[in-house]
């Protein structure tokens, strides 16, 4: 699933200051910038060991925009 459609349900499940880790493929880049049309967050991504084209993605202070 996308970002756009993960961060309903890590917003309904988190608290406020919770963090969410997500493991994302080559297309990691396009689905944050569709995820910061409604959400804001911090985000710090990592490299993946399993795929060099995929990211890491951390999510904190997820809110609705």
């Known amino acids: ?32 910038v569709a995820a910061q049309a409604e959400w804001d967050f911090e985000l710090s991504d990592y490299p993946s060991m399993t795929d060099p084209e995929a990211r890491i993605l951390k999510l904190n202070r997820i809110k609705r925009v």
């Open 1 to 32: 699933s996308s970002l756009k459609e993960l961060l309903p349900h890590v917003a309904q499940h988190s608290k406020p200051d919770g963090t969410a880790i997500f493991h994302k493929g080559r297309k990691w880049s396009e689905e944050v």
